[in-house]
């Protein structure tokens, strides 16, 4: 059997499941292999390590007008396609034990697991699709994926939660420290409350990439499933209740100030440098038009910097994660942001200024030192 592919479309679907198989569980062999099938409408691409899975399609310069299908070592075989020649065609001539890729005057053999070792994966279910916009889905899982919980006691803090009301989109995720949200309008009728996995995430920031088709969700009994283009992303969904954020969100904040995004990424950066390595607590003084920041730690000293503000409130000292503040910052994209407060001990609120489409809010614990 075989199969013929331009090097640099295969590559490009190779490289797109690498992130797949290699987390895959080492105690099943078929996980770490993608598998191939041709047909005539081209060849698709699957890999899957059981809680997601990545299907693309991409067309081939030639192939048995019967299709056929080979499961290939994935690591290995997108290595030998990324080292071919560009502009090339790639021929893969297989049969139940081996793979003969070949390219000008390269030849290379694999060995192949059979075809019945990949698993079957379920169906898209024939119920109402939801059209998410890519560019908006984009801008939600990286403003949110950094804050989910690590911890695995707490499966329901594993993920994002995505939603629709009927008028509005959300992503939302937390670890317990803080909370990072996204909210975007959306007329659509259909209502859905789900929580997308790490992994997926990782996936659909992948998928939304650059320009492109907007992103299909449909919602089956134990899985979700996103398609974009020529790509299919199939998901087991987290079976938990989200915590309710919105009473999180504190109302009554009545200390605001407003800062330039970059002078203010650019101090915490300089004073976390000497900052306690576990806790990298800073304090932020607000008072006046000027914000000062410090850190310390016992076996290395102390650092202070100051970044200009707009303020309104009495003076006001809390100490916060360094490194969860830098986070809000880095995912945003606006020149400017607001920090709201109550008191020492309450939970700041910090929203990017000026952003179009969507809204960004993030709320931040204080630490006690």
């Not at 895959?24 to 409408?41: G, Q, Y």
């Not at 309104?312 to 969860?324: D, E, K, L, P, Q």
């Not at 607001?338 to 990017?352: G, H």
Request: aromatic share 6%.
């Amino acid at each position: 059997m075989r199969m013929q592919f331009d090097r640099s479309v295969l590559q490009k679907e190779l490289q797109a499941v690498q992130q797949v198989t290699g987390k895959a569980k080492s105690t099943i062999p078929s996980l770490s292999h993608v598998l191939l099938e041709s047909s005539a409408n081209g060849c698709t691409v699957t890999a899957t390590d059981l809680s997601i899975a990545l299907r693309g399609t991409c067309p081939v310069v030639a192939a048995d007008t019967l299709g056929g299908q080979v499961l290939l070592p994935a690591a290995k075989f997108y290595e030998i396609v990324q080292a071919l020649a560009t502009g090339a065609d790639v021929q893969v001539d297989y049969d139940e034990k081996h793979a003969k890729v070949s390219c000008g005057g390269f030849v290379s053999r694999l060995n192949v697991l059979p075809v019945s070792d990949f698993p079957t994966l379920p169906q898209v279910p024939d119920t109402a699709a939801i059209t998410l916009p890519r560019a908006v889905l984009r801008e939600m899982v990286r403003k949110t994926r950094y804050a989910i919980s690590a911890d695995d006691t707490r499966f329901y803090l594993a993920g994002a939660q995505l939603a629709t009301t009927g008028e509005q989109l959300s992503m939302v995720a937390t670890d317990g420290h803080r909370l990072a949200i996204v909210t975007a309008p959306l007329v659509q009728p259909e209502k859905m409350q789900v929580i997308l996995p790490a992994g997926t995430l990782r996936e659909l920031a992948n998928m939304t990439d650059g320009d492109g088709a907007d992103v299909v969700f449909r919602r089956g009994d134990n899985h979700l499933f996103f398609e974009c283009g020529t790509r299919l992303l199939v998901s087991r969904l987290i079976d938990g209740q989200f915590p309710s954020w919105d009473k999180i969100v504190p109302r009554g904040n009545d200390k605001r100030a407003v800062i330039k995004r970059g002078p203010l990424e650019d101090a915490l950066h300089r004073v976390s440098i000497m900052t306690d390595m576990r806790s990298r607590a800073v304090k932020l003084a607000l008072d006046g038009n000027m914000l000062r920041i410090s850190g310390s730690s016992a076996d290395n000293g102390e650092a202070n910097d100051v970044v200009e503000q707009d303020y309104t409130g009495a003076a006001i000292t809390m100490s916060f994660n360094a490194s969860y503040l830098r986070d809000f910052l880095n995912a945003t994209d606006g020149d400017t942001v607001s920090l709201e407060l109550r008191d020492e001990v309450s939970q700041a609120l910090l929203k990017a200024i000026g952003t179009e489409g969507y809204d960004y809010t993030y709320v931040l614990m204080p630490m006690r030192v």
